[in-house]
């Protein structure tokens, strides 16, 4: 089983900027893909970021030249930077993860954290 605890949210201005964190824990081998997704009110869950054990990444095309992605595998924790914000980012931001050596793999998800973009 692996847990995830995210920080880092909260309330900030246009054109502000934040810094999420998410930290694995728990009974596995080895944490491979993890990501953020955000859900919006009244919307679906979307991927925001992804990054691979070996450090590829994906990023959603409203995020792209203004998140970036990163990752500490000593650490098995993951950061998102976040620049630029705009009122339209404002969500709660979930981190997720896939590991080997558990049982189930994945996905495995963190309790969330808000990010309110606002004037």
């Known amino acids: 089983q692996v847990q995830l605890v995210e920080s880092g949210g909260g309330l900030v201005q246009p054109g502000g900027s934040l810094r999420l964190s998410c930290a694995a824990s728990?009974?596995?081998?080895?944490?491979?893909?993890m990501g953020w997704y955000r859900q919006a009110p009244g919307k679906q869950r979307e991927l925001v970021a992804a990054?691979?054990?070996?450090?590829?990444?994906n990023y959603a095309d409203s995020v792209k030249g203004r998140f970036t992605i990163s990752r500490d595998n000593a650490k098995n924790t993951i950061y998102l930077q976040m620049n630029s914000l705009k009122p339209e980012d404002t969500a709660v931001y979930y981190c997720?993860?896939?590991?080997?050596?558990?049982?189930?793999?994945?996905?495995?998800w963190g309790q969330g954290t808000q990010v309110t973009v606002s004037s």
């Open positions: 997720n993860a896939w590991a080997t050596g558990t049982n189930p793999t994945g996905p495995y």
């Open positions: 990054i691979e054990s070996g450090g590829s990444t």
């Open positions: 728990g009974r596995f081998f080895r944490i491979t893909s």
